[in-house]
């Protein structure tokens, strides 16, 4: 979130537990088979579990997977593992517990950390660590993540900052290339090769010799991976975006209920759906709506 935060949509205005399953039910006949509940954070919902539930029972859905910062993983990792979520992704930019307060406003890293040893315990598909790399905030803390691959058997995953919600020149002076990471494995003797993981999305990933984890690298802007995305978003309050970018989205919410409607919807965002991202280019023919979105990352999800 920025610094002054931002406001709460009222609960009128977010799709409701029965909307989103219904939703969920309408891309599985569409044949969407994986789902991945974003945020925000997804935890704070007091009915996540449940929407856990009632997605992993919809036929045709095979992989159900949550994003969350860990903060309540803790407390919820059992139940969601009983609920049916196949895979985890934490966001955790640092290991040092005054800068992950500084960065999140107040944090307990000690929490999320217990909450990753909790998780480790209940055999999920995979745990994925969210490392956004920024100049002067935590890029000399990429040996540390590295390493944390030896004893954990999770995928750290080290992701270039995007330049959404946030001004060109800010973005700039903060933007880190992920060769660093490279650079830093060679300066410190550690030997690694590429591996494949199943459900990796746009993330290349590599194991260091002897280690029990792995890492990858997600570079949107350095090497753009557009032409093999094949992502949806919906927004909390009903929206689609076919590009995390662009400010072009569709409202789809009253269309749930009808399924010929909500098919129609989709398939104007699908044949809308730009072929790049300015971030990475400077045609932008195929965007219908032009500007950036307005939206921040923490209200769209990564």
């Known amino acids: 979130m920025p610094k002054e935060g931002l406001p709460f949509f009222p609960t009128d205005r ?6 989103i399953v219904l939703m969920i039910q309408n891309f599985a006949d569409m044949g969407i088979s994986k789902v991945r509940i974003t945020g925000g954070e997804p935890l704070l919902r007091t009915d996540v579990v ?3 539930r009632r997605i992993k029972a919809i036929d045709g859905i095979e992989d159900v997977s949550i994003t969350t910062n860990g903060l309540f993983l803790g407390k919820l990792a059992a139940d969601l593992k009983a609920a049916g979520l196949d895979r985890l992704n934490i966001s955790l930019d640092t290991f040092k517990p005054d800068r992950y307060k500084k960065i999140t406003r107040g944090g307990n890293i000690k929490q999320v950390l217990d909450g990753i040893a ?3 315990q209940l055999h999920f598909k995979k745990i994925k660590l969210n490392i956004v790399l920024i100049k002067g905030q935590n890029d000399d803390e990429v040996l540390d993540f590295l390493r944390y691959t030896k004893d954990h058997d999770v995928n750290v995953r080290f992701i270039e900052f995007m330049p959404i919600g946030n001004s060109l020149k800010a973005w700039q002076k903060e933007y880190v290339g992920l060769k660093n990471v490279f650079e830093t494995a060679a300066e410190n003797g550690l030997h690694y090769q590429p591996i494949e993981l199943r459900g990796n999305g746009p993330s290349d990933n590599y194991q260091i010799e002897g280690y029990k984890g792995s890492f990858g690298l997600i570079h949107p802007i350095s090497s753009k991976f557009c032409e093999t995305c094949n992502r949806l978003r919906i927004t909390a309050d009903g929206y689609v975006k076919a590009c995390l970018y662009w400010n072009e989205e569709i409202d789809i919410r009253k269309a749930i209920p009808d399924k010929v409607a909500f098919r129609q ?4 965002a699908l044949d809308n759906k730009p ?3 300015e971030m990475a280019m400077a045609e932008t023919d195929r965007i219908i709506d032009k500007a950036p979105t307005w939206r921040h990352m923490s209200q769209i999800g990564g």
């Open 118 to 120: 909790v998780a480790s």
């Open 14 to 19: 977010v799709l409701s537990q029965d909307e």
């Open 265 to 268: 919807l989709i398939q104007k």
């Open 275 to 277: 072929l790049n991202h």
């Open 50 to 52: 449940e929407i856990v």
